[in-house]
């Protein structure tokens, strides 16, 4: 029975999951590490709007568990060697250098996550992989563990391992409740009793019907192809967007439609400035890595042209912004709604905001940045390695109020569905800006007739009812 767990990587997965689970098995003790002091004390910030990790319901279930039976520590050694159950949550970007560069996920941190298992664990432990991995990486975790394997039960260096496959399908934003609700749990793994050891964790709340056994490569493929899935549809809506913009055919009429057909389905079909996030394109570049490494280069070229269209659609609609402002944005003021990946999170990794905004400013326009819950250092320092040092200072400002920051702004681009930019006074915003003044709505979130009708030019994606 699993009674101790441990969590290595206190990260948007790690930390969310944990919470989840210690509200829901208070006789499990969980401890979550990680190698950054830093995160860990902004876990244990008594000020939980400090938290490292926004999501709505977490504060209310943090403030159950922690310290309770849920500990965020930087005792990692401790903590593997008391744990029955231990979760690698590490980050795995996509490597920058060397062979699969660019491409393959990089396992650094999951390697030093396996050694240091295999180096402190003690008796029978079960490893879990809930990050996303290409295919196949639980043999090395399971190779590295077996070196240090010991099977002499009277010996007290005894320690054995089995390694599962457990991936998380959450989404940020809508992470607690797809932790608690979840629509399947998936084990992959070859030990039966250990299968069934974390199966019966998850029946504390999650019904039996729900949680899916599998071998350990069907459960890693199924969390890539799952992933692949999703972006394929962001990709198909937002090419066919385009279309609707040159035809006169609306997006949303089209989804609506469209999505109507059962085999198809509602959801998933918002067109947008593109995917974002930890996950879609990483793991689609897995699954390119995988295709190609197996000599099968007509499916890697099948989902690379996913991440084709998603590079282009956030070009394209960069593209647009330069033409509406007559081909020239230099010294132009632009306010930037949204730098997160999409709305209620604080997470910026591949956001679409940030080739954007790279793009205006490269061209020396000047922006204002404004986000309910990214802060201007986190946005200074995703894009200070991509702007020139100088240039970035005179070009860059941050708001936290909307109306004052678009003060004499030639433009105003919604790159973030944040609830708060659906219900903007654009009578307000009319009176300031300065004219011809344009307003660029890349996630369609905005009524279209109210901007208009306070002579502001509108151009919303995939909305081909504006073709003039
Ligand atoms: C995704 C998967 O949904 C989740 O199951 C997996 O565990 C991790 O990756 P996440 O990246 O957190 O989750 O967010 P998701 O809601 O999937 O959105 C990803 C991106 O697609 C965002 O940039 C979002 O704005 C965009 N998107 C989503 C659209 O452009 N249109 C849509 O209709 C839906
Ligand atoms: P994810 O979205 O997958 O949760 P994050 O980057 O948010 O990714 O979190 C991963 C966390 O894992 C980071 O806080 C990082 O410091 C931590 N981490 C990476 N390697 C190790 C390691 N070897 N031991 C402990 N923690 C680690």
Redesign the pocket.
């Known amino acids: 029975m699993i009674r101790k767990i441990c969590c290595?990587?206190?990260?948007?997965?790690?930390?969310p999951t944990m919470i989840v689970i210690a509200e829901n098995c208070p006789d499990v003790i969980i401890n979550v590490?990680?190698?950054?002091p830093e995160?860990i004390e902004a876990w244990n910030n008594k000020d939980l709007s400090k938290l490292p990790?926004f999501e709505p319901g977490l504060v209310k279930l943090i403030k159950r568990v922690r310290n309770k039976n849920l500990f965020f520590t930087t005792e990692?050694d401790t903590s593997i060697k008391n744990a029955d159950a231990i979760f690698i949550?590490?980050?795995?970007p996509i490597k920058s250098s060397g062979v699969g560069a660019g491409q393959a996920s990089d396992l650094k941190?999951v390697e030093?996550?396996a050694r240091?298992i295999a180096e402190s664990a003690t008796g029978h432990t079960i490893v879990i992989e809930k990050?996303?991995l290409p295919v196949r990486t639980a043999k090395v975790i399971k190779e590295i563990l077996e070196t240090k394997q010991s099977f002499e039960k009277s010996d007290s260096k005894f320690k054995t391992f089995s390694v599962l496959s457990n991936p998380e399908f959450l989404a940020e934003g809508t992470a607690i409740n797809n932790l608690q609700k979840p629509d399947r749990v998936l084990i992959g793994g070859d030990n039966f009793d250990s299968i069934n050891e974390l199966k019966s964790l998850y029946l504390n709340w999650v019904e039996e019907e729900k949680i899916i056994c599998s071998n350990l490569w069907s459960s890693e493929l199924t969390k890539l192809t799952a992933n692949a899935f999703l972006a394929q549809r962001i990709s198909s809506i937002n090419s066919i967007s385009a279309i609707c913009e040159v035809t006169g055919a609306d997006i949303k009429e089209v989804a609506k439609a469209t999505g109507l057909d059962s085999r198809i389905g509602e959801k998933f079909l918002n067109a947008g400035p593109g995917f974002g996030g930890?996950c879609f394109k990483k793991d689609i570049l897995n699954l390119i890595y995988l295709s190609n490494y197996f000599n099968l280069k007509e499916v890697g070229d099948y989902w690379e042209q996913i991440i084709k269209i998603n590079d282009w659609q956030k070009k394209r609609i960069y593209e647009v912004i330069v033409e509406k402002l007559f081909g020239n944005i230099a010294d132009k003021k632009i306010l930037i709604l949204g730098f997160s990946f999409k709305a209620n999170t604080n997470?910026t990794r591949e956001s679409p905001s940030i080739g954007i905004s790279i793009d205006l400013l490269k061209e020396n326009s000047k922006l204002v940045f404004h986000d309910p819950k990214v802060s201007p250092t986190q946005i200074i320092n995703v894009l200070k390695n991509e702007i020139d040092s100088n240039q970035f200072s005179k070009n860059i400002s941050f708001s936290d109020d909307i109306y004052s920051a678009s003060h004499d702004a030639d433009a105003i681009i919604i790159l973030t569905e944040w609830e708060e930019y659906k219900m903007i006074d654009w009578k307000k915003i009319s009176n300031i800006m300065r004219k011809p003044s344009w307003v660029f709505d890349t996630r369609g979130i905005v009524n279209v007739e109210s901007v208009r009708s306070e002579k502001i030019n509108i151009w919303q994606v995939g909305n081909g009812f504006l073709r003039n």
């Open positions: 290595i990587g206190a990260g948007y997965v790690g930390g590490v990680d190698t950054n995160k990790v990692i949550s590490v980050n795995t941190w030093a996550s240091r990050s996303t930890s997470d």
